[in-house]
């Protein structure tokens, strides 16, 4: 199915016509009847004397204080003494559960300090056994192992060695893990 669009000169005669003509208005038998219905309405309410209406707000109000007494026998009521201990017990568990948290607040706070204070000697600790190990002159580079490796001599001074050359060794190796370790 196909739309068929209004041209400019018929939607123009179109807002034309429109704006001539009245603006809806509503059915001629309206205004009547609400009228009507609002006159049997006062008539209702009038044919309602002042003493019935009297009547339904006495019945009202008598109802309303019918369930407040009720309210009140069958609430539990509770003399001075007993809503004293009420008091002071519930203030009890009160100040019990700030003193709760206060001390974990504190606890929290001390396990804080003591993990940062734990942090701080790993630090020192690494940087002093650093400092240990550039006085002995291994300050060289940790990232190549050429410094552990010494120049071989030809001869017994090479068998010599041997025994040195291995605790060398077995040290560079121990130092280059530590520093691992640090870097990880």
């Not at 009228?35 to 044919?47: E, I, M, T």
């Not at 700030?98 to 001390?103: F, K, L, T, V």
């Not at 400092?131 to 120049?151: H, M, N, V, Y």
């Not at 060695?161 to 040290?171: I, Q, R």
Request: glycine share 4%; proline share 3%.
């Amino acid at each position: 199915m196909e739309w068929e669009y209004l041209s400019d000169e018929e939607l123009d005669q179109m807002i034309k016509d429109i704006e001539a003509e009245p603006l809806c208005q509503a059915p001629e038998y309206l205004k009547p009847m609400i009228l009507d219905k609002a006159k049997a309405y006062d008539r209702s309410a009038q044919k309602t004397s002042t003493g019935m209406q009297l009547f339904t707000y006495s019945i009202k109000i008598m109802a309303a204080a019918a369930a407040a007494v009720i309210l009140i026998l069958t609430l539990p009521v509770m003399d001075k003494a007993q809503s004293l201990d009420y008091m002071e017990k519930s203030t009890q568990a009160e100040l019990e559960r700030m003193r709760d948290r206060a001390a974990d607040r504190e606890q929290a706070q001390i396990q804080d300090r003591t993990e940062t204070i734990n942090r701080v000697n790993a630090r020192r600790a690494m940087e002093e056994e650093l400092d240990a190990l550039t006085r002995q002159g291994l300050g060289k580079s940790f990232f190549s192992i050429s410094w552990l490796e010494e120049p071989r001599e030809e001869g017994a001074e090479q068998n010599a060695d041997d025994s040195g050359k291995e605790s060398t060794n077995e040290a560079g190796n121990d130092i280059q893990h530590w520093f691992h370790e640090i870097i990880k």
